[in-house]
């Protein structure tokens, strides 16, 4: 039997795909707020993302990644039902403390929007009032939709062109809950930087509690690299084993974007090289 | 008879001008000849001091007298059968502490280079067909938690005296700092894999991708699992930072990161590997022990124009192996003795440009033992880099404490384990190498997972364990 095999896959959009890999011992570890480091070959880099979903019947886990670069999109193509991950590990990473908040906002924009389910839904579990508010440039690349419904009381969908839900950007649909909920103790944001920082910035004045799941650039994910680091307050955290997530008001995400930025010119160039080897006639 | 000559017979050695700019091996190794010249200058002494020196104890004198009677089968055999590391300590070892420190050839002479001669008996090893075979004949089966050298070690032991083991590596390949941590230049992967090989051989079972602790909790592996006792060689891995301003800067980065992309995940080898690693033209390492010299020889070639050692101290308080300083001169590096860095320049960009230092000199002993080094007043400077690679030394790496009960640690993090066994403070449990002692050396490693092992059967056969 071959290790880490995929055994589903759904296709959200042209850009966001699901991967359902067996892993029985991860799926009994596994607690919201995760993820995991993935290899797609010998030679490939290592990626965190976040655990989705898991399943201890099945055991299997779920990761609903977005083809960005040249890791993502090679996965896009390459992982089939029945294919295999070269390397998984995991989980990593401090699971999401769930506590007693009454009425929580469930924030999730872009590739955060997968990650942000499996906390929404254990919230709901702990008895809170939930609030899921998704963003998504437009109406077809939306998806969970329906899971999110079954997990949260309310649900706030934006898309910056308004072809489906509200029109407006994820902090739009954030004013709108607030304004409509004096009462909201807690927040949950995980998107890109710029995202969670104007979630945080939202958050801000009314002292709301905001947890955000930071994603710096990885590559052990077990806190021997050192190169997570993320500035919290007046800490330096790796996120790999400190985090992922952390109080979003704390953390300084210029630097982290900064920092996601050290390799732009090798990420283009690999993703260049590699997508002109697809073109070759084989 | 042994022949008096004052010098060891030197270690052939990969050009200079060339090796600065790529991976290959800059030890060659001996030749026969070679071999059989130095073998001859050991004086095979009765109260052999050198064994003293070893920390497993090799029986020096016999393995080189083997060497010089042309008897390659037997020299290995006496080697293997003190050390399961040969070919890899006969590398690395700091040999000038240890052995060969003690070689009474250095009271008029040079040492003999024993480790020069380990190496070669461990080559011609690796040259001759894999006789390894499974013996398990125990019922009792043993985890490891770690593929360093100490882990790898307790595994070859046990499955020498017959247990079932497997060992788990939260990493996707063995090898511990072996593998992520000395480059291809000092330690060629194909020799540790050879080593890894033979382990295969005996029935070790590998198992790569699983952190203990968040993949399996320690607890599962007795109550869940079977496993009658439980080896610790999670090492030193945690990267110590220095808290200055600019840390966070883009192009400052961790000696492990540094050496993690660049051996363990191919980055020299971008973008054909995914991962990338880069250097400026100007980059500088702070620090003087192994982990630096092999972050500022590997900046060379990957590219660098200049290559900085910075250090508060002085070359005498180094802790690098004489030989790669050595080799670290011939191939260029700078050194910036008596030099503390005080802050990482910004260029604007969040990008390094620069590091300010202040120079340093020497005062009285500190605590270490070792002159304290103190700031001179007014001369600070700013050295222009790209690259500030921070090898100031590694802690052990919480992760396993911090989600197993009863696991005792001291002050700086270490596990507490009983020096001749590793018994922890937990039953069965038992612990080695740089997870006890904070950063130490691959033969120190090696031998506490050989003790272990050692300790794990006496206990076992001691309280015999119900099978779970
Ligand atoms: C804890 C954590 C959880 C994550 N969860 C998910 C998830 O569930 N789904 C998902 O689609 N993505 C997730 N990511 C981001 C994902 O890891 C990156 O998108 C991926 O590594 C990009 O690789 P690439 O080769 O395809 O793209 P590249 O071309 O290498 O990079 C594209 C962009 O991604 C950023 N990036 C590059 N490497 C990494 C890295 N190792 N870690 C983080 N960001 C990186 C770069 O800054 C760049 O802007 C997560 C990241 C972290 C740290
Ligand atoms: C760059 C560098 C150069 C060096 N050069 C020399 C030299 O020339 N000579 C010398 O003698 N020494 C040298 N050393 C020191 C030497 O490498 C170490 O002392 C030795 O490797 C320690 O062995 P170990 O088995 O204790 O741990 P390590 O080699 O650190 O191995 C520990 C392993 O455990 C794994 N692990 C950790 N936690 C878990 C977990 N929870 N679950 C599963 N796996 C886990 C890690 O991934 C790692 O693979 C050097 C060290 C470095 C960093
Ligand atoms: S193992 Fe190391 S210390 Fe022992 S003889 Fe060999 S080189 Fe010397
Ligand atoms: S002390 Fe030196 S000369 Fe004497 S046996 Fe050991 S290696 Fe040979
Ligand atoms: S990814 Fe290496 S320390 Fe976090």
Known sequence: MSQFEIVSREDFSEVTYLLEVRHPQMARAARPGQFVIVMLNEHGERIPLTIADFDRHRGTITLVIQAVGKTTKQMQQECRVGTSLFGLVGPMGIPTHIGKPKKVLCVGGGLGVAPVFPQARALKEAGAYVIGILGFRSKDLIFWEDKFRAACDELILCTNDGSAGMKGLITDGIAVALAGHADVDECVAIGPPVMMKACADATRARRIKTMVSVNPIMVDGTGMCGG?????GDDVKFACVDGPDFDGHLVDFDDLMTRLRRFTPEEKRAEQRWSDSCRMPQ | MPVKRSDKTPMPVHDAQLRAHDFVEVNTG????????????????????????????????????AVAAGDMPKAAQILRGANPLPSICGR??????????????LKRFNPVAIGHLERFVADWERT???????????????????????????????????????????????GGVLRYGIPEFRLPKSVLDWEIGVL?????????????????????????????AVFIGTGAGLPQFLGIPGENLNGVMSANEFLTRMNLMGGYKFPENDTPMKVGKRVAVIGAGNTAMDAVRSSLRLGAEAAYIVYRRSEKEMGARVEEYHHAIEEGVDFRWLTNPLEVVDDGNGWVSGLKCQKMKLGEPDASGRARPIPIEGSE???????????????????????????????????????????????????????????????????????????IHEALQQAPVAAH
């Open chain 2, 128 to 174: 001759q067909p894999v006789t390894a075979k499974p013996n398990i004949t125990r019922k009792e089966k043993i985890a490891v938690i770690g593929a360093g050298p100490s882990g790898l070690v307790c595994a070859g032991e046990l499955a020498r005296l017959g247990y079932s083991v497997t060992v788990y590596e939260a990493l996707h390949a063995p």
């Open chain 2, 381 to 455: 400077f700013v050295l222009p880099v790209d690259n500030v690679v921070l090898a100031i030394g590694t802690t052990p790496n919480p992760l396993l404490t911090r989600t197993t009960s009863g696991l005792m640690t001291n002050k700086k993090g270490c596990l507490v384990a009983d020096e001749s066994t590793g018994l922890t403070s937990k039953a069965l449990v038992f612990a080695g190498g740089d997870a006890v002692t904070g950063a130490a050396t691959v033969i120190l490693a090696a031998g506490a997972g050989k003790r272990s092992a050692q300790a």
């Open chain 1, 228 to 232: 997570c680091r993320v500035k919290v």
């Open chain 2, 30 to 65: 001996y030749t026969p000849a070679h071999a059989a010249f130095e073998a001859e200058r050991c004086l095979r002494c009765q109260d052999a001091a050198c064994v003293d020196g070893c920390p497993v104890n090799i029986p020096i004198p016999d393995f080189i007298h």
């Open chain 2, 92 to 105: 690395v070892c700091p040999q000038e502490n240890q052995c060969e420190a003690q070689c009474h050839m």
């Open chain 2, 200 to 228: 295969k051989a005996m029935g070790v079972e590998i198992v790569c991708n699983v952190v203990i602790g968040r993949t399996i909790k320690m607890d599962d592996l007795f109550e869940n699992m079977g496993y009658a």
